[in-house]
C-alpha cells in the first residue's frame, strides 16, 4: 500500500537566475530614465541660462538708451564724454550725459547728470557697473539746504558678473574709443558681455564676438538724415540691356 506523499503541489517559485535578470533589466530601465531627465534637465538649465545672459544685457542697454533719449533733446545743452580703458585686464568703459543750464547770473549750473561705468570688483573676479543720478533737477531748486546732496554723486550698483564693457563711437567704418567734445555724436555703440573671459594676446582679457551683445544708440533722433539712394550695378546693367 502506498503512503500519501505529504508534499503539496503549487506554483513554482523564481530562480536566482531569473531574479538576477530581473533586477538587471529593471536597474538598466532606471539608468536609462534618469539619463534621460539628467540631458532633459540640464538643456532646460542651458536654456533658461541662456534667456537670462541675453536678457539681462538687454535691459541694460534699453536703460541707457531711455537715459539718453530722455536727457538729449534738439537744441538743449547737452553734453557727452566717453572713455574707455583696462582693468586688471578687463574693458571698462565710462559715459558722461551731462545736461546744463545757466541761472539767473549766466553761471553755468548741472542740472542733470548720469554716469554710467564699470569697475573691477576683487570679489566677484570681474565688473560691477554703476550708475549715478545727480544734478539740481532732482531736487527742490528753492532749498539751499539740498544743495550738497545734488552735488553729490552716489554710484548705485546695476549688475555683477560683467567681463566686457565697451562704449564707443562710429566715426565712417572706424570706432572712437574716447569722446570729449562739446559737440553731440551721431550715435555711439555699446557693447557688454558676461561671458567667459579668454586671455589674449595683448595679455588683456576678451570675450568671444559671438558672445558679446551690441546695441548701437542713436543720439539726438530728431535731427534730419539725408538719405542717399545708389543703385545696384545689376540694375544698371540690366537698363543698359534693354536700351539695346
Known sequence: ???ASNTSEGPAGFSLAE??????IAACVLVSVLGIYSRAERSAVAITRK????????E???RIAEDLDRIIASGSDTKITIENKFSNGFSTARLTILKTIYDKKNKKQTFEKIVWQTS???????????????????EDKLLDEQKEAWEQELF???????TFFKIQVPRGEEFQDRWTSDSLPHGIVVTISFAEPFKAVTGTLDVPD???????IAIDRTRKIKFIFVEKED???EDKADSR
Not at 576683487?122 to 550708475?131: I, K, S
Not at 548705485?156 to 560683467?162: E, F, K, N, R, V
Open 235 to 237: 540694375e544698371q546693367g
Open 1 to 3: 500500500m502506498k503512503k
Open 120 to 138: 573691477y570688483d576683487n570679489d566677484a573676479n570681474g565688473l560691477v557697473l554703476y550708475r549715478s543720478h545727480s544734478g539740481i533737477g532732482l
Open 60 to 62: 541694460v542697454l534699453q
Open 156 to 162: 548705485i550698483p546695476i549688475c555683477a558678473g560683467i
Open 210 to 216: 559671438e558672445e558679446k551683445i551690441t546695441r548701437t
Open 51 to 58: 534667456l537670462d545672459s541675453s536678457r539681462l544685457p538687454s
Open 19 to 24: 531574479v538576477l535578470v530581473a533586477l538587471t
